[in-house]
């Protein structure tokens, strides 16, 4: 069970440090940049580390569920779409 346990926390946080990162460099980059200008290729790349940075929250429901049985049980109640079962007259 530690063990799991263990590896479902690296992931996350390998999966946070690998979809944070490039935002981190870009952001830098910005601020270091010697030149008036940023390069053509900025607004691109930086819009790209943007998408990958808040992609993050896509990545740790995938993540829980794969590791943990209980959240994903749980995880699959909660977008089951079924009507409720209706008893009538106690039957």
């Not at 209980?70 to 779409?81: H, Q």
Request: glycine share 6%; proline share 4%; with cysteine.
């Amino acid at each position: 069970m530690n063990r799991q346990v263990v590896k479902m926390v690296v992931m996350v946080v390998m999966v946070f440090v690998v979809c944070w990162a490039p935002l981190q460099v870009i952001i830098l980059f910005g601020v270091l940049n010697k030149y008036d200008r940023l390069p053509e290729w900025f607004s691109h790349v930086e819009f790209f580390a943007y998408f990958l940075a808040y992609s993050n929250s896509l990545w740790n429901p995938v993540l829980y569920g794969g590791f943990n049985n209980a959240f994903r049980k749980g995880f699959s109640r909660l977008f089951r779409c079924r009507k409720p079962t209706v008893v009538l007259n106690g039957k």
